[in-house]
């Protein structure tokens, strides 16, 4: 026997729909149908933050903020990818501090396997992957040391990001470094647009793997993403219209 | 060993997923629930667990630090000492102990509030470098800005009370309407990153595969 959950309906329709959407356009990228990303700033600017680290011979700051293992790390994981290896290549060091003791295995496995794919193995230094504290002040505190005794050139801030977002920006735009933050907690992101020299806005820092890794089957699935954006549109403008005209169908459809 | 490594995370994690999600939408069958429930206490049983791994790296980079006399190897000394007689403390003592509880009280409370008051001088160096009139989008967040404060405290009602009523019209209808906007995108992103963690296609956390 199968039973509903109340009030859920709605909303299991549009996850269905979004599962069928994302189906299609990633049998679509199978296929070979090539589909585009528009640029993002905030990662085309890695690559320049990174450059500038090497130049300088300053080191390049990662961290995911002190929020849960969720969406946000598991997006932030393919950007830390792709951040090792340009490190690696560049000889460029990486400290990366982590407030989640969960995330600190795959930290450091992510960071060890971008150093062995770029082909040193030795380079990799088990100690600049840190946890640091699971508590927000003592992590915002080891973090603020970091910036003043070991002068990072380069400041990326990519997770779940909650207070500490603004005084870690700010203390690493003092320290003159550049600066790329993102985050999926909304309510964070005016902080790193204030004090951040590039910003991942809303969804950008969940297309990261298709951007940066150019993954097919993940650029597949941003294309399902925008069009469930597209669909949201369409039912908000069409419940704003059909409520201001007295019909309520919409409203009713997403309560039940 | 390499099904253990490649396979098994990626059908662990389809798995608990799968039952999860099914569990906000279906009542029954009643087992779907409990699985799900079973899953995510063992998610917080595991992120316990994993707390230990951390402080056995705290302990192992400093440790480092220590041995080989590195730049600010004193510092180490003291998180070693910190985190090792605090530890001790809590498990001898327990958490109830006078002692514990003046240590933290005393010592982690005061300095926790002093490292979060520095965020106010933040606050004000970030809005002094975001509100200068460098370009268009620059002056604009200037102007609101200006105006959400004047409207946010009874210095701007005195000036001129159409502050305060600009303010809420700024605050619930330009910002709502962005945030909205950014909020939606985002939690379609998050449900494209899950739906990809589900379905395992997305092994980035299975170290950069």
Not at chain 2, 17 to 26: E, H, N, Q, R
Not at chain 2, 44 to 52: G, Q
Not at chain 2, 124 to 132: L, T
Not at chain 2, 199 to 208: C, D, K, N, P, T
């Amino acid at each position: 026997m199968v039973e509903l959950v109340a009030g859920t309906t709605g909303k299991l329709v549009f996850l269905v729909t979004f599962i069928v959407l994302f189906f299609y356009f990633v049998n679509r990228t199978a296929q070979g149908h090539k589909l585009v990303i528009r640029r993002i700033a905030g990662f085309d600017a890695l690559d320049e933050a990174i450059g500038r680290c090497t130049e300088m011979g300053r080191p390049v700051h990662y961290t995911f903020g002190i929020g849960v293992l969720d969406a946000n790390v598991l997006a932030s994981f393919d950007v830390l990818s792709y951040v090792a290896g340009q490190c690696a290549r560049l000889n460029t060091d990486l400290i990366v501090t982590n407030a989640l003791g969960e995330v600190q295995m795959m930290t450091e496995e992510i960071v060890r396997g971008a150093y062995v794919n770029a082909g040193k193995p030795d380079e990799y230094k088990a100690d600049n992957v840190r946890f640091v504290s699971n508590i927000q002040t003592a992590y915002m505190s080891a973090i603020l040391g970091i910036f003043q005794r070991e002068r990072p050139g380069a400041n990326l801030m990519m997770g779940p990001f909650y207070a500490e977002s603004m005084m870690l920006a700010e203390a690493g735009a003092q320290i003159g470094a550049i600066q790329v933050g993102g985050t999926g907690r909304v309510i964070q992101v005016p902080f790193f647009i204030a004090a951040c020299d590039y910003t991942l806005v809303g969804d950008e820092l969940f297309v990261a793997g298709a951007y940066i890794a150019r993954k097919p089957i993940q650029v597949g699935a941003i294309y399902a993403q925008d069009f469930g954006k597209w669909l949201t549109l369409v039912l908000v403008v069409l419940g704003t219209i059909m409520s201001t005209a007295g019909n309520s169908a919409i409203n009713d459809l997403m309560k039940k | 060993m390499k099904i253990l490594r490649a396979s098994l995370p990626i059908w662990l994690g389809v798995i608990a997923g799968t039952i999860v999600i099914l569990a906000l939408f279906f009542k029954q069958p009643t087992g779907i629930g409990t699985t799900a429930n079973w899953f995510m206490q063992w998610n917080v049983i595991l992120a316990s667990f994993a707390l230990t791994l951390g402080a056995g790296n705290v302990l192992r980079v400093h440790g480092n630090r220590i041995r080989l006399k590195s730049s600010n190897w004193g510092y180490s000394w003291v998180t070693v000492i910190g985190l090792t007689s605090y530890l001790l403390l809590g498990v001898i003592a327990g958490r109830t102990n006078t002692a514990y509880s003046w240590v933290f009280d005393n010592a982690y409370t005061p300095l926790s509030a002093t490292v979060f008051s520095i965020n106010a001088f933040y606050l004000s160096s970030a809005c002094y470098r975001a509100f200068r009139a460098r370009n268009g989008h620059a002056a604009l967040l200037l102007i609101s800005g200006v105006i959400v404060m004047l409207g946010s405290v009874g210095i701007g009602y005195a000036i001129w009370p159409g502050f305060t009523e600009i303010k809420t019209w700024i605050m619930n209808i330009p910002n709502s309407s962005a945030m909205r906007g950014m909020n939606i995108g985002a939690a379609l992103g998050i449900m494209g990153v899950s739906l990809r963690v589900v379905m395992g296609l997305e092994r980035g956390h299975l170290g950069g595969e």
